[in-house]
T-cell receptor
């Protein structure tokens, strides 16, 4: 079946601009995660949604970052006033997490964000 | 928070040999340990995982071992093939009635030489 999809695959923007990154999770997965992966590093947690609500946003680096999931499916990560240090691959993962399951996470291909 | 360390950062093996990647974690409350394979330009792909109530798990050529006392876990790949070449990440999380945020190691670039 279809996996996690992310759009766009690449985004180049100028410093100070606003960007939106989209994630379509696997159908039926209630849990959705955003991670950020810098070059040569492992993914770092940003935010977690269970349904429509952000259950844990402790990984967001500052208030320029915001994410929504209004209908409990598609999620959008929003970055305001982008900085060069925001350049990274932004990964989305979804999980069929329910009590009793392993809670395994399935990742999308990522969006490579470059801030010039 | 949780801190996961991974070694080695690079590993080269001859085709057919075994490869071992090791990770340590800091939070004794962590209870779920997945391993991901990431190929160039792609997202991480789950290849095997283990929960803290199990000491070892095997799936064909891949096995994972967990030592809760020492807080370390390892990935073993036997009979390596060129298509096993990729970056491998270990991760740890404390699965509870809430988030299952993964804390990742820094990755191991595995090269299998034909």
């Amino acid at each position: 079946g279809a996996g996690v999809s992310q759009t766009p695959s690449n985004k180049v923007t100028e410093k100070g601009k606003y960007v939106e990154l989209r994630c379509d999770p696997i159908s039926g997965h209630t849990a959705l995660y955003w991670y950020r992966q810098s070059l040569g590093q492992g993914p770092e947690f940003l935010i977690y949604f269970q349904g429509t609500g952000a259950a844990d946003d402790s990984g967001l680096p500052n208030d320029r970052f915001f994410a929504v999931r209004p209908e409990g499916s598609v999620s959008t990560l929003k970055i305001q006033r982008t900085e060069r240090g925001d350049s990274a691959v932004y990964l989305c993962a979804s999980s069929p997490w329910t009590s009793g399951t392993r809670g395994e996470q399935f990742f999308g291909p990522g969006t490579r964000l470059t801030v010039l | 928070g949780e801190n996961v360390e991974q070694h080695p950062s690079t590993l080269s093996v001859q085709e057919g040999d075994s490869a071992v990647i090791k990770c340590t974690y800091s939070d004794s409350a962590s209870n779920y340990f997945p391993w991901y394979k990431q190929e160039l330009g792609k997202g991480p792909q789950l290849i095997i995982d283990i929960r803290s109530n199990v000491g070892e798990k095997k799936d064909q050529r891949i096995a994972v071992t967990l030592n809760k006392t020492a807080k370390h876990f390892s990935l073993h790949i036997t009979e390596t093939q060129p298509e096993d070449s990729a970056v491998y990440f270990c991760a740890a999380s404390m699965r509870q009635t809430g988030a299952n945020n993964l804390f990742f190691g820094t990755g191991t670039r595995l090269t299998v030489i034909p």
